[in-house]
């Protein structure tokens, strides 16, 4: 049996994936080390920059997994994008309702990239997208983040309104390391 | 004649500083290359290790300075801070009006670190911090970023309405490079 060591202080998506990674007999352990995050406004080099760090850190002898993940609303060029727990953590979801006010276009998604690094494996990227909108007010008290005003396509639920088997059925994070876990599945049983 | 390289793209701030170098005789240069950085609430982390990777990039052999600067606003937690100009890329000005709709406390400063780092001096870091206020509305056509909603204590102008000397009466990163070059001009006598 494979063990991956996901590099997150965030419990909300560590149980995300503990509770996919089962379903795909795969064990997930949490590893609470500082990676270092650069600022760039592609998440995809934040997560692999990331990635690389904490492998060579801890002495490339352990498969890590590192995920970045942002909000991108369209409304809003984007934001805020790379900077989503900075600008929760500071305006937060008022914030955001604020400035998404007499907007109309409401659209926006998530998006994850996860990077899996591996003494075995080698380096490789998976990503997952979820479209949906910014809803009008915020709605539930499940998941973490901005998940109260959002509401993924296919549904009528903000991700707070939903359990995280629910979520994980819409999610970027659950689609990107659906993608990694599927992957992973079909390597080690080659070897 | 000590010169000095200034890594930045940015033109305003180059400009800045050049106008405030003369006064001191000493030659700043533009130089444009890419520089890392790190998302870290305190942009003096941003700095040392943008400053670092330049000056190991080139080689130690040039005397280099890095700057970077933020907008704090009290009633939202700091924000934009370290994120500054990416949030001026996508909700820009007006959002940051719209997030101050109805705000009775305006308060805010504008911070910036600068960090130096010579084969001759080794490194050194100098702050510079303005006190004051953001605008009702943005007024003025100078200086960049979000200069014409920024009012400096001692003064009923933004920053935007300011020639260049005037703002640098004032700025964060004009106190911020006087300290750098006073401190310069000493060790240069002293040599």
Known sequence: MIKIHFV???KGKFREVETLAKQYGIIVEQLEIDKLEI????IRDVALYAARYVFEKI????NIVVEDA?????ALRGFPGPYSSYVYKTIGINGILKLMDNIKDRSAFFKAVVVFESP???????EGIVHGKIALKAKGSMGFGFDPIFIPEG???TFAEMS???KNKFSHRATAFKRFFEWLHGMISKT
């Open 39 to 42: 600022q760039a406004d592609d």
């Open 8 to 10: 997150t202080r965030n």
């Open 120 to 126: 075995q494996f080698g380096e490789k990227v998976f």
């Open 155 to 157: 549904s009528t639920k």
């Open 70 to 74: 942002g909000l991108f609303i369209n």
């Open 59 to 62: 002495g490339r002898n352990k």
């Open 164 to 166: 995280i088997e629910e």
